[in-house]
């Protein structure tokens, strides 16, 4: 059974930053691609940022400049560094990891206070 646990969120005021984390067990092949989603109250989950096992980004346009995804195969773990958060950025964040099928984390938190 593959399982993804996030960790890094938190409260953190406008301006700051945190780094997001999520570690997949129960696999030993290298995802395709691996992925953080966001979820606000009310609103779709949203794509943030994904990367590739041959390291090719892409960003939400909302974050590109100031969020980094990068991801460490040998240990199947996939980070997000978020820079200049905004209160926009507020909303639950989603660890995602891809191979013939989607996994999906539990989510963490991430309030930004303005």
């Known amino acids: 059974q593959v399982l993804l646990v996030e960790s890094g969120g938190g409260l953190v005021q406008a301006g700051g930053s945190l780094r997001l984390s999520c570690a997949a067990a129960g696999i030993t092949f290298s995802f395709d691609a691996m992925g953080w989603y966001r979820q606000a109250p009310g609103k779709q989950r949203e794509l943030v940022a994904t990367?590739?096992?041959?390291?090719?980004?892409n960003y939400a346009d909302s974050v590109k400049g100031r969020f980094t995804i990068s991801r460490d195969n040998a240990k199947n773990t996939v980070y997000l560094q978020m820079n200049s958060l905004k209160p926009e950025d507020t909303a639950v964040y989603f660890c995602n990891a891809r191979l013939i099928v989607d996994y999906w984390g539990q989510g963490t938190q991430v309030t930004v206070s303005s």
């Open positions: 990367i590739t096992s041959g390291t090719s980004t």
